[in-house]
């Protein structure tokens, strides 16, 4: 993820000898969202620290031409080009946990590879694909789905979209954009969005 790239990139600034640990490919959970979704970064006027910021063109803070909005694909694109100059590589493995041990960490795999040790361990974990079941009938068939890849796929067709949350209501406004006949189910009256 952005946060496990970020933390590379400054280790190989700071000439540190680092192993990055990626369960699936580079920047999965931005890959996972759906066609054409736009991205919010920060006001113009703020600088953030660290290597991966969003200062080329297009990735200034919100633009007034919707059309110039930074999507799913461009910073998928940028954050790719930031890890490829800087030649970081990775190792494709899950981590079943962290233990000290004789003053070192030790990183313990999921399968039956000795546990990778390190004086420090940083643990740079999302939540992409924790997604939570309804426990009903027929949730399982293939007319529903956790993941909108693309809007487009709705186009003229009616849905439903279960969720109070951020991703649900995008997914609402996404489909219903594309031509869906989109209806939101939410068990509050309110959204209580940060």
Known sequence: GVSGYAAALEAKANKLNFLLLEASEPFSTISNFPKGKPIFTYPKQMRPEGSITFDEPGFAGESEDAKSQPN??????????????????HKVARASHVE???????????NDEAPLK???AIIAIGRSGNFRKLGIEGEDSDKC???????????????????GGDSAVEAAIATCEAGANVILCHRDSDFTLP
């Not at 799913?72 to 590589?89: F, G, N, P, T």
């Not at 000290?100 to 999921?110: A, P």
């Open 145 to 163: 789905m956790n993941r909108l890849h693309d809007p487009k796929v709705f186009s003229g067709k009616n849905l439903i979209v279960v969720g």
């Open 118 to 120: 390190a004086h420090r």
């Open 100 to 110: 000290r041990k004789s003053g070192l960490m030790q990183v313990v795999l999921g």
């Open 72 to 89: 799913k694909e461009s910073l998928l694109h940028m954050l790719q080009a930031k890890v490829a100059d800087a030649d970081i590589q």
